[in-house]
């Protein structure tokens, strides 16, 4: 699958070309703009990246980031 949504999957709920275009979690979605920097004091044309879940995130600040690392989760939902 290269990330293309399925026309039949998403007819009960929207249109494909209604979806955000799939990327990498560190890929760059956009730059912080004159409105945001006023909003949050980040700097004119920070780049943003695209980000991932609250799981992902862990996995990745627990040092999870190689093929046979792993991590033990337990939450109100346990991921191995």
Same mark, same amino acid.
Do not use: H
């Given at each position: 699958?290269?990330?293309?949504?399925?026309?039949?999957?998403?007819?009960?709920?929207?249109?494909?070309?209604?979806?955000?275009?799939?990327?990498? /979690?560190?890929? @760059?979605?956009?730059? *912080?703009?004159? !409105?945001?920097?006023?909003?949050?004091? =980040?700097?004119?044309?920070?780049?943003?990246?695209?980000?991932?879940?609250?799981?992902? /995130?862990?996995? @990745?600040?627990?040092? *999870?980031?190689? !093929?046979?690392?792993?991590?033990?989760? =337990?939450?109100?939902?346990?991921?191995?």
């Amino acid at each position: 699958n290269d990330g293309t949504p399925n026309p039949e999957t998403c007819l009960p709920i929207c249109r494909p070309d209604q979806l955000a275009e799939v990327k990498e /979690a560190n890929d @760059i979605a956009g730059y *912080v703009t004159e !409105t945001a920097s006023k909003e949050t004091g =980040l700097a004119v044309g920070t780049p943003v990246i695209v980000g991932t879940d609250d799981s992902g /995130a862990e996995a @990745i600040s627990s040092g *999870v980031v190689s !093929t046979g690392d792993f991590m033990i989760q =337990l939450g109100s939902t346990a991921f191995i």
